[in-house]
């Protein structure tokens, strides 16, 4: 599997961790940056990670931040893309049973380094349930349509 990555520079130290230990496992990484801790704007990095997994370039996406908001908000933006915030294994694991997650945001100040290794791993092996999820699923993906419509 190939695994788009991305973060600021508040990510930077857990997108190295994740790189190697994704790595060792045998997926293929496409870093997208950045490429240290110094200040740089998230979207400049998260976009074009967003934009491989919505084109199918990569199958998943996992982006990187000091909370992991701003990265999630900015992934979303993409068309295709359903980024789930996560901060415990049990997030990860429902992000994909229940949402279908292709990308997951993580803050690096929310969560230890043992817990966000495990809950990578789950979501990875995790397989999206389908049924009454699939609904809601293609209901996001009228949004777009819903909104344009929307005269708020």
């Not at 491989?52 to 000091?66: F, I, K, M, N, T």
């Not at 996560?86 to 997030?91: G, L, P, Q, R, S």
């Not at 292709?102 to 999206?128: C, K, P, Y």
Request: hydrophobic letters at 45%.
């Amino acid at each position: 599997m190939k695994i788009a990555i991305a973060s600021d520079h508040a990510g930077f130290e857990y997108k190295l961790l994740i790189t190697k230990h994704l790595e060792e496992l045998g997926y293929e990484l496409v870093d997208f940056g950045t490429d240290s801790s110094e200040p740089v704007d998230y979207p400049d990095f998260i976009f074009p990670a967003a934009v491989a997994v919505a084109s199918g370039e990569c199958e998943r996406g996992v982006v990187l931040g000091g909370s992991g908001n701003g990265e999630a908000m900015a992934a979303n933006r993409v068309r295709g893309i359903r980024c789930a915030l996560v901060w415990n294994i049990e997030t990860a694991v429902l992000a994909r049973q229940h949402n279908d997650a292709n990308m997951i945001s993580i803050g690096q100040r929310m969560i230890d380094q043992e817990t966000v290794l495990a809950a990578i791993d789950q979501w990875l092996s995790t397989q999206f349930e389908g049924g009454r999820h699939a609904t809601r699923i293609e209901k996001l993906d009228q949004v777009p349509e819903v909104a344009a419509r929307s005269t708020v």
